[in-house]
């Protein structure tokens, strides 16, 4: 362990952030690295204790406190080995991940307030700073080494993976270091998922995925872009060719706004509005008649999650004239609740930096209608204040409103992988979500396994990488097995 008495002597200390006036101009990411003395500082605040529970929080299982240890003495090159053996793509969740690790940090027992600002506070100061960590980790062989580390044998067996997003391509990284031939199979023109086309630059910069995806492809692993398997090619051809097929798809169905006038123009889903930014940031085209954009515009958007928060921070970096965010939910408490214990996952009201750039937030307001304007776009909407009682949300009476909005953004979760086509094809099981069902990452369908998304349901990066890697164990483990029944048989 490090330092005895650390997290009493050492104040933690949050992560700092551009200033909102400068990051608002661009797409650059918001998030600023900490000094490497600093961090070795805050890795000194880890109590190593005995009974660790954030790498129990942490869906991948990293070795925390281990590499805390070894950062508090300036051992990064041993950190990333530590750190990379149970993570593939740690540039990427030391980004992007909300760190359920900390949450589960025995020093966030006692918990601050999560909304102090981004200061030094005194005293424990809650958890250990370990996404912190763990990107200056990543970034110090990001800027160092990242070689490809293709396998020394190669087994002969093919392997087919639908979907390039996180589970897609740690998935394929597994199974290539493993000796199999992997083929990446992507209906989107550029490989990534949701890391490319969801998530905004300025929480993600692409040039951070371009170089994992550089080194997936001097490990051996092919990506073809623009098949959309169930359409360009079938599932059961790709069955044919290869000798296991992993389905990670992820859960592109979005919740879809049942109310009068949703299908007016100007109302859309976030994914839509996303993805087009993330393009023009990549220098690429939107043609101008399907451009969504959102300046000079009252825009409103429904649901208060990730997504929402993403749709925030790009609509002001496009000048909207207003942005309000609308959750059907009532607004979280500021503190757990004594329901929701440590070392639970707190359900708390999130701030995220799209938050602190613009815009209102408003909890419990259900939308009823959309109306058109004097163009025939969306106009307004007619909202209602809503109110749990005894399990629903009931409205309240006379709180209807008329709110203007010319972009109406809807982030309202999303219900799970496209039904039809690919799933049917192939004849895969759905779990009662709709997800596809599976045991132990194997589906219904023989030698076809599913991860991430498509068979969790929305989630996490750090879940969907997670998911990748048992799945890719457990296809490996189904490919020996049958080189073995083959080898008995030719006996
Ligand atoms: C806007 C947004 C912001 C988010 N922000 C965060 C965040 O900050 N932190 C976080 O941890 N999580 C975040 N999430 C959730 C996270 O991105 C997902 O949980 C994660 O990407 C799921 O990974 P996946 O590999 O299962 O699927 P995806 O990332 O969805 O990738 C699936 C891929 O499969 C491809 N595909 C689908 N069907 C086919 C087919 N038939 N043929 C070929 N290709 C196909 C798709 O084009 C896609 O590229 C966010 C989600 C959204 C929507
Ligand atoms: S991946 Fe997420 S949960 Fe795991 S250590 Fe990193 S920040 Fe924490």
Redesign the pocket.
Same mark, same amino acid.
């Given at each position: 362990m490090g330092k005895a008495r650390g997290f009493l002597e050492i104040r933690k200390h949050k992560n700092d952030y551009r200033p909102v006036a400068e990051r608002v101009r661009d797409f650059g990411e918001v998030e600023l690295p900490m000094a490497l003395a600093e961090l070795r500082d805050q890795a000194a605040r880890c109590m190593d204790c005995g009974v660790p529970f954030c790498h129990q929080g942490c869906p991948l299982g990293n070795l925390i406190p281990e590499w805390n240890d070894l950062v508090m003495q300036g051992r990064l090159a041993e950190a990333a080995r530590s750190l990379h053996s149970t993570n593939n793509f740690p540039e990427i969740?030391s980004r992007?991940?909300?760190a359920p690790c900390e949450a589960s940090c025995v020093l966030n027992l006692e918990a601050p307030d999560p909304h102090a600002p981004a200061q030094s506070v005194p005293g424990y100061g809650g958890p250990v700073s370990i996404k912190n960590v763990e990107r200056a980790i990543a970034d110090h062989v990001f800027a160092s080494d990242l070689a490809p580390r293709p396998a020394e044998h190669r087994s002969g067996r093919r392997v087919a993976i #639908?979907?390039?997003?996180?589970?897609?391509?740690?998935a394929a990284q597994q199974l290539a270091r493993r000796g199999h031939e992997v083929t990446v199979?992507?209906?989107?023109d550029r490989?990534?998922?949701?890391?490319?086309?969801?998530?905004?630059d300025f929480? +993600?910069d692409k040039g951070v995925l371009e170089r994992r995806i550089e080194q997936l492809r001097g490990e051996g692993v092919r990506i073809e872009t623009s098949?959309?398997?169930?359409?360009?090619v079938s599932?059961n051809e790709l069955r044919a060719r290869f000798d296991a097929l992993v389905l990670?798809?992820?859960?592109?169905r979005p919740r879809p706004l049942a109310v009068p006038g949703a299908d007016l123009p100007g109302v859309h889903y976030?994914?839509e509005f +996303?993805t087009q930014q993330n393009r023009r940031v990549a220098g690429g085209e939107v043609p101008e008649a399907d451009a969504i954009l959102a300046t000079g515009k009252r825009v409103v958007v429904l649901g208060g999650?990730?997504?929402g928060?993403?749709?925030i921070g790009t609509a002001v970096r496009q000048g909207a004239a207003s942005v309000l965010s609308l959750e059907l939910l009532p607004r979280p408490p500021d503190r757990r609740a004594p329901n929701n214990p440590w070392p639970e996952w707190p359900l708390v009201l999130r701030t995220s930096s799209s938050h602190d750039e613009g815009g209102e937030r408003e909890f419990g307001v259900m939308t009823q209608r959309v109306l058109a304007g004097d163009d025939g776009r969306v106009g307004a909407i007619v909202t209602v204040r809503v109110t749990p009682k005894q399990g629903r949300l009931e409205e309240i009476a006379g709180s209807e409103r008329q709110l203007p909005c010319e972009l109406l953004l809807l982030?309202m979760g999303?219900l799970g992988? #496209?039904q039809g086509?690919?799933l049917q094809q192939l004849g895969c099981v759905l779990d009662a979500r709709g997800n596809v069902a599976t045991k132990a990452g194997q589906t219904s369908v023989a030698g076809v396994f599913a991860?991430?998304?498509?068979?969790?349901g929305?989630? +996490? #990066?750090?879940?969907?990488i997670a998911?990748?890697r048992r799945v890719a164990d457990a296809a490996h483990a189904w490919l020996e097995q049958r080189r073995a029944s083959e080898t008995t048989a030719a006996e």
């Open positions: 969740t992007v991940c909300p #639908v979907g390039s997003g996180p589970a897609g391509l740690a199979f992507e209906k989107a490989p990534g998922g949701l890391l490319r086309y969801g998530i905004p929480k +993600l098949v959309n398997v169930g359409v360009d599932p990670a798809g992820g859960a592109e976030a994914m +996303l999650g990730d997504t928060s993403d749709c982030a999303f992988p #496209v086509g690919l991860a991430g998304d498509m068979a969790r929305q989630s +996490l #990066v750090v879940s969907a998911e990748g």
